[in-house]
């Protein structure tokens, strides 16, 4: 059994004052300057980065080379923190591409034709991913593993031939942004390079910062220049309840260049523990689907359903982010039409000007789009993995069993914007954010997650456990369709039917109920598939089925990222954010 920590470390930026921006934008640049030349420096001696002599990435560091530029020596043993973390990131990646160095083959490329640019199989990445299942992991690994493929591939298309090593792909990790952690420094009181103390009565921060003028000398009167920032009520909440860590510099770079400095506040948080297996009644088990971004179902260790399933729609949110996509794309033509005209000309010729002069306002267009289609995904994740937690705690379940993302199941059938937009990719990448932050609020809220084999789950009845064909609606029953939307079973003594999401929702939460009861009894955690013999089959018990949500307040302001029903009631009923929110307070809080 896995062993449970009991804290977490949390990180809340906080935006410095402008009048101070300057003077920690020149620490932030100094401190960045030795980062890399540090990391440049122990470039061809990262392997050794795999082993950890010490908790401290800067005593490793400080073992090995003398600081290339000084500025203090605490200051230096922040920098050799960073770049020591930097270094131990890339080692553990490169581990993880000597796992997919034998996978690559030229398979994975398609050629270029003459009317077609050359491009990635994704099939065949599809097929290399799923060689590489692993047992003891839950698929966010997956996801890191398909980046490292994702990059192999594309030096291929630069170069015409796959990487030899990792470092052949990679070049050295230089830091573009400023980041300066303090975690190499005596602390908020005893700080040679920082000193900070928290007012959370007065709900405020206040902060000394060493950094060098405009001249490059470092001040010896730094202390005396204080900085306050106002605390956010959230941080005050848990710097109360937890323990506060050696905080972050960061540098933020926007797309029209403007920088601003922001202080990581950490916060290590007591967590509350994971329910035992001996205790657990009810799992809540869901399903990734194409039409509905979630469908999810409760089932009890004695073989009923508990209330009726529960469906994360995201269908406006879909074609909100479809017309980003339409002219993001639209924007890429343009650019690409006006460098063609820019280039019709020689360097210096007047005639350039009018496309020089309108290609940065395209591309800053173009940024802030990428930047509001990311955020969008991000928030769909936060909010759907909130709705998940806030129906497993209604329900009072322990476990949240989800498909494995291994299976990336939906491959890109789209067409279109609207297609692309569903396609493979982008659902990997929403599935992938809402595991993570699934994982880690489960953590926090104590309710324990495990992934299972989607195998079969969508063809396979819930009520009987049978095999069972799916179809395109419940209208068109006639001829089978493996991708159809409603699934039938055939068995003469059941002929339960329903959407496919759901049916695979109550078959997750079966599989995940399975798990628990072998548990309970030999204390080991397997996950079966769907045909062994331990996984009960469902019957509903409608009785139990009330949700004990309290009333909802109004329905002015709608979650911006979809609508979230439940066809249990009668009326679609639409959450708030807000109201998600609140309860996750509770929850976490
Ligand atoms: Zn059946």
Redesign the pocket.
């Known amino acids: 059994m896995r062993t449970v920590r009991d804290q977490q470390a949390l990180s809340y930026p906080l935006r410095l004052p402008d009048h101070v921006q300057a003077d920690v934008l020149r620490l932030l640049d100094s401190s960045r300057e030795v980062i890399n030349l540090t990391v440049m420096a122990l470039w061809d001696r990262l392997d050794l980065f795999a082993t950890r002599t010490n908790t401290h990435a800067y005593k490793q560091v400080e073992e090995m080379i003398t600081p290339p530029v000084v500025h203090g020596h605490r200051q230096w043993r922040c920098e050799a923190e960073q770049a020591g973390r930097i270094l131990r990131g890339q080692a553990e990646r490169k581990q993880q591409f000597a796992l997919i160095l034998p996978l690559l083959s030229q398979g994975m490329i398609i050629p270029s034709s003459e009317n077609k640019r050359g491009g990635k199989n994704r099939a065949q990445i599809k097929q290399a991913l799923t060689s590489l299942r692993d047992a003891q992991t839950d698929g966010g690994n997956a996801v890191e593993l398909q980046s490292l493929i994702e990059q192999a591939c594309n030096c291929y298309l630069t170069h015409g031939r796959f990487p030899d090593t990792y470092e052949d792909m990679q070049p050295v990790p230089v830091l573009k942004t400023g980041i300066l952690p303090y975690a190499g420094d005596d602390g908020p009181q005893m700080g040679q390079t920082y000193r900070l103390s928290l007012d959370l009565d007065a709900k405020t921060l206040t902060l000394a910062l060493r950094a060098p003028d405009e001249t490059g000398k470092w001040a010896r009167n730094w202390r005396d220049k204080t900085i306050q920032v106002a605390l956010p009520e959230v941080v005050v909440v848990r710097a109360k309840a937890g323990k506060m860590l050696a905080p972050t510099l960061r540098e933020i770079i926007e797309s029209d260049g403007t920088r601003y400095a922001v202080l990581d506040v950490i916060i290590d948080v007591p967590v509350k523990e994971q329910a035992a297996v001996e205790e657990m009644q009810t799992v809540l088990g869901f399903d990734w689907g194409i039409r509905v971004l979630v469908t999810a179902s409760v089932v009890d260790l004695d073989g009923h359903q508990i209330g009726r399933p529960f469906f994360v729609d995201t269908g406006p949110f879909d074609g909100r982010q479809a017309r980003l996509r339409r002219q993001i794309d639209q924007l890429k033509a343009k650019i690409a039409r006006l460098e063609k005209q820019r280039d019709r000309f020689p360097v210096g010729d007047p005639r350039r000007k009018p496309s020089e002069e309108a290609l940065p306002l395209l591309r800053k267009e173009i940024a802030r789009c990428w930047r509001k289609y990311e955020a969008r995904n991000n928030d769909l994740a936060h909010l759907s993995a909130n709705v998940l937690l806030v129906l497993a705690t209604t329900f009072g379940c322990e476990l949240i069993a989800g498909e494995s993302l291994k299976s990336m199941k939906s491959a890109g059938r789209g067409r279109g914007a609207k297609g692309r937009w569903r396609n493979w990719r982008n659902n990997t990448q929403v599935r992938g954010a809402l595991w993570r932050v699934l994982r880690y609020k489960c953590f926090l809220a104590g309710v324990r997650l495990e992934w299972q084999q989607p195998r079969h789950t969508s063809h396979t ?6 095999p ?1 064909k799916t179809y395109t609606s419940p209208e068109h029953r006639t001829t089978s369709n493996d991708w159809g939307a409603w699934l039938c ?1 055939s ?1 003469a003594d ?3 039917n329903g959407s496919r999401d759901y049916a695979a929702s109550l078959n997750i939460a079966r599989l995940g109920a399975a798990l628990i009861r072998h548990a309970q009894t030999t204390g080991r955690v397997i996950h079966p598939s769907i045909i062994h013999p331990s996984v009960q ?1 469902v019957s509903y018990m409608g009785t139990r089925a009330a949700l004990r949500l309290p009333p909802l307040a109004s329905r002015g302001h709608l979650i911006a990222s979809g609508r979230i029903y439940c066809n249990g009631w009668r009326l679609s009923v639409k959450l708030r954010s807000s109201y998600v929110t609140a309860i996750m307070l509770r929850l976490c809080g």
């Not at 009845?461 to 049978?466: D, F, I, L």
């Open positions: 009845c819930p009520r009987c456990g049978n069972a079973c068995a059941c002929g339960w089959p």
